[in-house]
């Protein structure tokens, strides 16, 4: 089987790496908290497609003019070219003033186009609790699909690497201060999914390798994965070269309503890309070496 470099045998370079980036992921979120969205703080989000140009003065003053406080901090831009402007209010917007506040934002910019969305706090609450169940139970459910289908370790390794992907896109958005909201949480589950089928083809092929191999040593174990991370790595950048080429599109000509979930596609495609073929594997390498281990060698004669 033909190897062009090892992969395994750096694994603890790949470990390190990611354990910094988990690291560093976790100050960003303990310092600046995570951007949650309407649909997970309660409260309205009015979402104004002005053009680029506009002033957060501006913004601040046609909400104060209807009795509502809004700081500079409740403002945010969004859009690739800032064209869209962004209000939270923690408090639910009464509908009564909503055709009011639109009717004032479209006097301020003519033809702007505004959405308003609001979430009580029990829905809010619930929301979340349903989000953080859907990642939950789609994580134990591939756990137990891999442990069935291939082994427990194999089951084990496979959703660390989907964790690993998961809290690489939240301390992205953590750092660029972007919003997490249900699209976001929806790219999540689709990083989840498509991450986790490419470290199945490689499992598969490990474990196929495996049948035709006689494995006496850890140099052994670390030859039979390396060989079989390199017959499925064109595979795997092609794979993901296509889906990021289309996530790039979304991001670039979608409208600015999907840009966080396009964004979330993207960060999490590459990791998930690399969690496949440096984490998920060699981390099940370093498991399984331990029987290795454990074996006591036999004395001669």
């Known amino acids: ?162 964790l690993h992907d998961a809290f690489i896109v939240i301390s992205s958005f953590a750092l660029l201060r972007r919003e997490i909201d249900l699209p976001f949480i929806a790219a999540v589950l689709t990083i989840i999914g498509y991450s986790i089928n490419d470290t199945i083809v490689i499992f598969d092929r490990i474990r196929e390798n495996l049948k035709s191999a006689k494995i006496k040593t850890l140099a052994d174990l670390e030859h039979v994965v390396d060989a079989s991370l390199w017959q499925t790595m064109r595979r795997s950048i092609n794979t993901v070269f296509t889906v990021v080429i289309a996530a790039l599109c979304l991001f670039l000509f979608g409208s600015a309503s999907i840009h966080n979930f396009a964004l979330a596609l993207l960060i999490g495609l590459i990791s998930g890309a690399y969690s496949s073929i440096f984490i998920a594997s060699p981390l099940w390498v370093a498991w399984r070496g331990r029987d290795f281990r454990r074996t006591p060698a036999k004395r001669p004669g």
């Open 1 to 162: 089987m033909k190897v062009r470099f090892p992969i395994v045998k750096y694994r603890k370079w790949y470990f390190s790496f990611s354990l910094l980036i988990t690291a560093l992921g976790i100050v960003a979120v303990w310092l600046f908290g995570l951007n949650l969205g309407t649909d997970f703080r309660a409260g309205s989000r009015i979402q104004m497609e002005i053009g680029p140009g506009w002033q957060t003065r501006d913004i601040i003053g046609v909400f104060q003019s209807r009795g509502l406080t809004v700081s500079p901090a409740d403002v945010t831009s969004a859009g690739s070219r800032g064209e869209a402007a962004v209000v939270r209010l923690k408090d639910r917007l009464d509908p009564a003033k909503e055709p009011q506040i639109s009717a004032a934002i479209q006097k301020k910019y003519p033809g702007a186009r505004v959405q308003i969305d609001s979430v009580e706090p029990l829905v809010a609450r619930e929301i979340t609790r349903n989000a953080m169940y859907g990642v939950g139970l789609a994580s134990l459910g591939i756990l137990l699909y891999i442990a069935f289908r291939f082994e427990f370790r194999f089951g084990v390794t496979g959703v660390v690497a989907l």
